[in-house]
């Protein structure tokens, strides 16, 4: 039996989506980490004290872009609004900034990669938030800035004769421009997996949807006729009473062999019992797993499963993949179908599953009951490295 999805708030991120989130928020102190180097043991108390506020200050700041271009991301929420992230008036402020600070630096061969980075940064986080046009005219400008202050600056001073020309304003178009590049890369990677997350809860809601009307389905062309029969003759027996009571009495009888055939049909459904085919399951499971993106392998040929236990196995599969699209974040799934002399199983190993498997709610134990109705049983083994295993084992000779 499949149980309904847990309500779905934001799309919980997989560990790629998460390892994307933290590398961003990384990336900010990771490309100011050597100019900071300088600062502290380089930089005469001057320089210093003009070049560490902003240092300091791209660094929160890009932080905090970085929260606000990804909300959802490693911290399980988004800063879109929020008050503490400044408006645009102290971005462009802070810009300047930077771009100044590196202009300072420009002359300085051996440390001037480092601090070509901190407009770089700045420009890269502040672009995050930008349509494309505006994005490729911002990063334009501060590449070009970078360009001109630089090599102004260094030939203004002279204070490094063996510095050839052009080597700043290279350096500071082409970091400004790389740093863009990856965190720009990096947020679309970032927003891709978003959408696969999505994708994948929306294909699990939808499997159980299509699974709740499967049901429907079922129980509506095994009931509907029946039932209509019933009241049918429910309604004849009702006028022959005290005009043919015999005949009335056979129609009674009739409805109660009616009803008791519905019932047990019904209990059939609902416990599974009905005559699924194997074939057909595989065919629908494999579909619904290329659909979620998880490549599907199926070994074994299901005509060798007796057709007397194929309902119990196809339920096994049904379940199985229900499983693999709400708790795991499969890439590959394999099922394996076994039909040895004296025993039928079939397997499903899938990898992506958590590290703290999720309740298992009543879909396996219905599973266990059924196969123990059969004389088989049901097991469950999670392995090193996130495999796991949905396994059900029945004799072939269990009879019909």
Known sequence: MITSPPPSGAVELGRLGRLTSWTLLALG???LLLAANDVVFNLSPARRALAAPVLVAVA????????????GGPTGRGLRGDSAVAGGRWNILLLAAAIATWGDMADRPYTAIDWAMVPGAMAAALALSLPA??????????ALGCAVLGETVAQWR???????????AATGAAMGLFIAAVELVLVRLWRAVLEAEHVRETTADLAVAEERLRF??????????RLQV???KGELAERLIGRSDQEARTQLREITDLARAALEESRAVVHGYRRTSLSTELVNAAGILEAAGIHATVDGDAAHIPHQLQPAFAALVREGVTNILRHSRARHCR???????GRALVLLRNDGAPSHPADPGNGLAGLQERFHAIGGCVRTATHPGGHFELAGHASRETPA
Do not use: C, K, M, N
């Open 29 to 31: 102190p990771l490309w």
């Open 60 to 71: 929160v700041q890009h932080t905090r872009l970085i929260l606000r271009a990804v909300p």
């Open 133 to 142: 046009r505006a994005r490729r005219r911002l990063l334009t400008a501060v």
């Open 158 to 168: 002279q204070e490094h004769p063996d510095l050839l020309p052009g080597v700043p």
């Open 216 to 225: 429907a389905a079922d129980l509506h062309d095994l009931q509907g006729h």
């Open 230 to 232: 019933i009241t049918l």
């Open 335 to 341: 099922i394996t179908i076994t039909a040895s002399p």
